[in-house]
T-cell receptor, first 117, second 112 residues
């Protein structure tokens, strides 16, 4: 099956710093990637849709200036948490759809655990 | 945004028993998928059922879909301790390129 990787898998940072998380589709091209956030004992909440070559679409309540998304190529999307605070500590998961628009399985990355001290 | 509720929120059973989890959703869908997540880990895709299907089997898993009631159920038969995890349904809308939307999940605990 298709593989999606995330890097880093775990990051600890100080409050006020910025953290970049990478999401790569390893064996297929993805014009669309998605970023989710999951707080402890909760479900995955969609944060934004990342479109290659254009601006991301953010869900209601997600600050676009705080969570910067860049989808510069068909295999890479990045999420930068700017000026991170302890309340941003969460599990961030990306997913990717194959190019072509087939509405079947999305492929999920293994997630990145962010801890802000 | 989330589609809807899953029930129960938590389920505790003994090994060998069956576990049934339900999921409701709000909008029209192309398909519905079930995922498992062990504590602190990533998602594992279990099964996908399309909107024109009513039932699907995969090993010890049985999924039903009732589009008229906008609901689905996941049955795990002869449960094992290794089935202990959180289970989420996720709906795929009819429009191409849209994200999967997850339900709130059921936490299953299987004791030996």
């Amino acid at each position: 099956g298709a593989v999606v990787s995330q890097h880093p898998s775990r990051v600890i940072c100080k409050s006020g710093t910025s953290v970049k998380i990478e999401c790569r589709s390893l064996d297929f091209q993805a014009t669309t990637m998605f970023w989710y956030r999951q707080f402890p004992k909760q479900s995955l909440m969609l944060m934004a849709t990342s479109n290659e070559g254009s601006k991301a679409t953010y869900e209601q309540g997600v600050e676009k200036d705080k969570f910067l998304i860049n989808h510069a190529s068909l295999t890479l999307s990045t999420l930068t948490v700017t000026s991170a605070h302890p309340e941003d500590s969460s599990f961030y998961i990306c997913s990717a759809r194959r190019s072509g628009g087939v509405t079947d399985t999305q492929y999920f990355g293994p997630g990145t655990r962010l801890t802000v001290l | 945004s989330q589609q809807g509720e899953e029930d129960p929120q938590a389920l505790s059973i003994q090994e060998g028993e069956n576990a049934t989890m339900n999921c409701s959703y709000k909008t029209s869908i192309n398909n519905l998928q079930w995922y498992r997540q062990n504590s602190g880990r990533g998602l594992v895709h279990l099964i996908l059922i399309r909107s024109n299907e009513r039932e699907k089997h995969s090993g010890r898993l049985r999924v039903t879909l009732d589009t008229s009631k906008k609901s689905s159920s996941l049955l795990i038969t002869a449960s094992r301790a290794a089935d202990t995890a959180s289970y989420f349904c996720a709906t795929d809308a009819y429009q191409a390129g849209t994200a999967l939307i997850f339900g709130k999940g059921t936490t299953l605990s299987v004791s030996s």
